[in-house]
Every structure is written in C-alpha cells, then in structure tokens.
C-alpha cells in the first residue's frame, strides 16, 4: 500500500504546500499493526525521491514546476544526482535561482509518510531510532500510534550565518530535561537540533561557505556515517536525510570556504546560471514579477535585455553577478510608474509605455555593485544600457518595417507624449500611417479599443526612430516629450 502521491488539500482548502498542514485523509492506518496490515513499506528518502522522480520522467510530468531555463543544463545534473543518491551542492551566483531549485525538492517526496506519533524527530512506526521511541515500540508493540506527516514538513532549510553553532545543527544538553530529574548521562536529556528533526527528509543550508569552519566539522558523520554524536554522550542515531546546500563560488575566497573534508562528501556539485536565452529571461519575468499595471511584453523584453547588457558591461562587478530579482523588480517598478502615471493622468486602465522605462535606473541603482573606478558614471552606464536594450528590442520587434512615412508624418505634426500625457492623447495626435497598424500588430496593441496598448507600441516606434536619429525630441521642465523631424 502507498500512501504517497495524490493532489489532496489542507483544511483551508489549498493544495498542500504550507507548512501547517492540518488535514490528513481518513482511512490511513493509525496503529503500527494496522499500518503493517495496509501493506505499506518503508523506503529510505533517496530511494523515495529516486523512484518518485523516475515515474514523473517517465510520466511525462515536470518534476520542477516554476523552474525557467534550466531544462538542459543544470536539471539533467541534478536528476542524474538524485537518481544516484548523491548529496547535492549548488554553486552559482546569486539570484540565480538555487533556493527555488532546492526547495521544489520537496515535491518528489511522498504527499504522506508514517511517523511514530509523538516522536521528537519523525521516526518511522518501522524503524524507532531515539531510545525513547524504542522503548515505546516494544512496550506497546502493534498497538504503537502512528501519525501521517506531510512532505511539506519533511523539508528543513537553514541559512548559514557565522554564528550558527554546532546545537542549532546536531543538538544539545537541555537544562530543563535535566531539571526534571534525568542524570547528565540520560540520552535523554538531548535537545535535537535542525539535522536530526530533519530525520526520514531534507536538509538544505543555503551560503554553505558562511558557516564557521568548525561547524562544518560537525557535519562530517551526518555526510559520510549518517549519525551524529552529542558531545560526550555514546549514542549513535542512524539518520536518513538528503543533505543539500547552495553557494555562492565567489565565497570560497571572500567570506569563507567549504571544507576540504565536506566538499567531498558531497556527491555532486552543479553549477547553476543565469538564463542562457532571451526568451526564458522573459518567461521568468513574466512568472515571477508581482505587477500592479499591464506591462506589454515588449516592455518586459527591453528590461530583460537591460538585465542580459549589465551582466557583459565591464562597468558592473560581474564577481556579484546582475541578480534575477535585479530584472523583476526592474518590471515591477515600471509597471509601479504606469499606475503612477494613470493616477496623475486620469486614465482608468494603467498600461506601461516606454515612457515608464526611465524610472528604472534611478530606483534600481542600489542593487548593483560597480566595478572600481566607475564611481560618479553609474547613471550614465545604466542610462546607456538601457537606451540600447530599447533599441534592440525596436528593431527586433519591429524588423522589415518601413517607419520613414511615419518619421515624415512625424515632422509635419509632432507627436506630444510624456508621463503627463494620457494615452487617449497621444493615440489622437498618432499621424494616419498604414505602418502605424503593422506596428500595432507586431506589438499585440491590435484589435482592442483601449488606447493604452497602442499609446505603448507607438512611443515604441517614435523611440526606435530617436535613438536612429530620424527624428528629435525635446523635454519640458513639466516632462513632456514632443517628437519632431
């Protein structure tokens, strides 16, 4: 009998995914000898996550649902890893996506494991571990209560700071256990740490590098043994984790290292990368930016290919490498400045234009690090970029278009726009161009009767002509931009 799988909800009616997860479907076996009856095995989580993770290949499922980019670099890495058994580490720099990756781990458990209910640290009604659950298992025999734990709680992740110390990872003596009587000698008397809660699960630390190379030691016997020892005291507790880690390679010589012994207990180490192509920049955009107007994709492929040119500019540290939250929150601050602007215009619905563009170097300046030498240019750098990535996008967008009809309307009639200028406005003052509709379409500003969209896909062509110096612009004090010949 498995009892894993299956799209079952918690009680607030989501799938189970949160860590509270409160609902456990009736009819699982509540006792060990029921649970024996069932026909349920028990399987080691390697062997667990293996076998889950061949059936979804084989199903044709994705095992990695909202991962972008990866699909034939570092997810074959990673799935030949598992399938091995190996302990992982991910190596990249940051906002590459290695927390993501490490915690959609989980869904290649089972939905639903056994566990000896009341058991501190999660031991299988099978294989009591903890002197104190062998004890009950043998007095109670068939009659030992068995609890269901989600897969959802069999993950446990903990961000390495300097200052974690060996009790937070393996254990400690409690006070308060020996207050009440046991002897120091009690095993007992242990406090579990993080590794050993995370008993029949997975174990990620993320910044491995960060942690005191002391503390690193100690995590030895939970690679290569599978036991852990708390200080003086003889016991030995056979745990069954997937250990996982990420880090970042520039901290193997900044702010620390992972230790010789430690590294090779790892049984794979996968490099991770920012998106190789354009379009999985986008795609992943797209997914993840939480936006609060209509940004056109066009739009997101300008802030996409500004986030591609700052990680080739020799202006910018690429040792800290260009973040993908660096091209998110660059989406989310324009379509931030198209609402802006929608409230100060009156316009009902908010759609970005290129206009909004121009609010992204200012707020986003902080989230780089420049190489030195370059103090004082930052703006002038990211400006540059950004007008290129602009351009780029026109073209590609745009290209087998003859705009010079619409360069000459252009001329004779200027063109206001602006962040003070709503789009019912400057779709009315647009010159009659058959290349205005081909434009329309190839922006995906067709067929709707919302000025919002076509309002964006011209100031789109007005900028491609700008910046290819057929036409001129000029800028108020209020903001306006008028184009002319």
Known sequence: MNHGGGDLTDVRGQPGAGRNVDYVPSGFPRTLGALRASGHELRGVKDEIRSNLIAALRAGRDPWPGIVGFESTVLPQLERALIAGHDVVLLGERGQGKTRLLRSLVNLLDEWTPVIEGSEIGEHPYDPITPAAKRRAAELGDDLPVAWRHRDERYTEKLATPDTAVADLIGDVDPVKVAEGRSLGDPETIHYGLVPRAHRGIVT??????????????????????????????????????????????????????????????????????????????????????????????????????????????AVDQGSGVSARFAVAAAETVAAAALRRAAITGEE????????????????????????????????????????????????????????????????????????????????ALPAVDELTEVAKRLDAAGTEDPGPMASAAELALELLYLTRRLAKDTSDDGDIVSYG
């Open 349 to 428: 619905r908010p759609v970005a234009r290129p206009v909004d563009l121009e609010s992204v170097p200012a707020v986003l300046r902080g989230k780089l690090e420049f190489a030195s030498g370059e103090e004082g240019r930052e703006m002038e750098h990211l400006e540059h970029l950004l007008r290129r990535a602009t351009a780029d996008t026109a073209r590609a967008r745009l290209r087998g278009i003859d705009l010079n009809p619409l360069a000459e309307a252009v001329a004779e009639a200027p063109v206001r726009t602006g962040e003070r200028v709503p789009a019912v406005e400057v779709v009315a």
């Open 205 to 314: 630390i993320n910044e491995l590098p960060d942690l005191a190379e002391r503390i690193q030691v100690a995590l030895l016997n939970v690679m290569e043994e599978r036991d852990i020892q708390v200080r003086g005291y003889t016991l030995r507790l056979p745990l069954d984790v997937l250990l996982v880690a990420s880090a970042n390679p520039e901290d193997y010589t900044n702010r620390g290292r992972i230790i010789t012994p430690l590294k090779d207990r790892f049984g794979a180490e996968v490099r991770t990368h920012y998106p190789l192509e354009l379009a999985d920049e986008v795609a992943l955009v797209q997914q993840e930016a939480e936006l609060v107007a209509d940004v056109p994709r066009h739009l997101i492929e300008v802030v996409a290919r500004f986030t591609r040119s700052l990680r080739e500019s020799s």
